[in-house]
Nanobody, 124 residues
Framework: QVQLVESGGGLVQAGGSLRLSCACS????????MGWFRRAPGKERELVSAITWTDGKPYYVDSVKGRFTISRDNVKNTAYLQMNSLTPEDAGVYYC?????????????????WGQGTQVTVST
């Protein structure tokens, strides 16, 4: 069974940066397209970014384009999300999961389970 462990969240001032990590075990990480999801308070979980396993092609939801960068290390079985110029609208719990490609904001995670997520809080 695949296990996902997200980390790197925290409290940051608006305009600041965070780098999230997602460690994957129990599966063949290198063959999954991986995504980062965000659950903001009072909202449904949405896909904010994803990356293919084949050529590292990224997807970003419009609200994070130019500010977030997704990457992956298939040797370390880890996906990353570099988040810059953070705003309060970026706050929420961030999760990673596999996705089907092509993907969009309404895409769902394809692993049967989720990690605990990592909390991102942005203060003004």
């Amino acid at each position: 069974q695949v296990q996902l462990v997200e980390s790197g969240g925290g409290l940051v001032q608006a305009g600041g940066s965070l780098r999230l990590s997602c460690a994957c075990s129990g599966g063949t990480f290198s063959v999954y397209h991986m995504g980062w999801f965000r659950r903001a308070p009072g909202k449904e979980r949405e896909l904010v970014s994803a990356i293919t396993w084949t050529d590292g092609k990224p997807y970003y939801v419009d609200s994070v384009k130019g500010r977030f960068t997704i990457s992956r290390d298939n040797v370390k079985n880890t996906a990353y999300l570099q988040m810059n110029s953070l705003t309060p609208e970026d706050a929420g719990v961030y999760y990673c999961n596999a996705v089907v490609w092509p993907c969009g904001a309404n895409s769902k995670g394809t692993f049967g389970s989720w990690g605990q997520g990592t909390q991102v809080t942005v203060s003004t």
